[in-house]
């Protein structure tokens, strides 16, 4: 079936280190949404992209979407403790109404 | 990796009538359960946590008695909208805990739209 596998799972960085987290779909995807959540929050929606090759930027965050609409990456610049929690992404195919999520990646900063 | 479904993955109904949507984790089991509302590229609001064999627990502001949740067995739960409205109307998302480190795993959601 339809799957967005997303990678690494976890990934333990010093503050100030940089943090990347990748996502892959089986299909092609009309768009792809950021969730962060915090430890023992819910999900807070972060960016939507749509648009083929595009790259998006939140201060630290930067967002793309591959060329062929079936992969995407969040990388953040210089982590500190408030980037602390796991990052989702959720591919949305228009015509089943759904979202695919990726299990997630957990960001730990190491003391 | 952990896979839950939801079904059905979207559903149109009248105004005044009851629709039922199912959460299932695949291949684990999951004690506590999760559902959501999602607006439009908008983060997920929670309405209520669900624990296998006892009764859910509702997020301030959400009807209990509107959004009946069950969750009968480890690795099913459901959300009933009674007598629902066109503001019901919207994207209704589930979430499963699981695992060894009780990771969350996410549904495909639901899409209600009421007419």
């Known amino acids: 079936g339809q799957q967005v596998m997303q990678i690494p799972q976890y990934q333990h960085v010093q503050e100030g280190e940089d943090f990347t987290t990748y996502c892959n779909s089986s299909t092609t995807l009309s768009n792809i949404q950021w969730y962060k959540q915090r430890p023992g929050g819910h999900p807070v929606f972060l960016i939507q992209?749509?648009?083929s090759g595009e790259v998006k930027k939140q201060k630290r965050l930067t967002f793309q979407f591959g060329e062929a609409k079936k992969n995407s990456s969040l990388h953040i610049t210089a982590t500190q403790t408030t980037d602390v929690g796991t990052y989702f992404c959720?591919?949305?195919?228009?015509?089943?109404?759904?979202?695919?999520w990726g299990a997630g990646t957990k960001l730990i900063i190491k003391p | 990796g952990a896979v839950v479904s939801q079904h059905p993955s979207w559903v149109i109904c009248k105004s005044g009538t009851s629709v039922k949507i199912e959460c299932r984790s695949l291949?684990?089991?999951?004690?506590?359960m999760f559902w959501y509302r999602q607006f439009p590229k908008q983060s997920l609001m929670l309405m209520a946590t669900s624990n296998e064999g006892s009764k859910a627990t509702y997020e301030q502001g959400v009807e209990k008695d509107k959004f009946l949740i069950n969750h009968a067995s480890l690795t099913l739960s459901t959300l009933t909208v009674t007598s629902a409205h066109p503001e019901d109307s919207s994207f209704y998302i589930c979430s499963a805990e699981g695992g060894e480190y009780y990771e969350q795993y996410f549904g495909p959601g639901t899409r209600l739209t009421v007419t």
């Open positions: 291949d684990f089991q999951a004690t506590t």
């Open positions: 992209l749509v648009k």
């Open positions: 959720a591919g949305d195919q228009d015509s089943n109404y759904q979202l695919i």
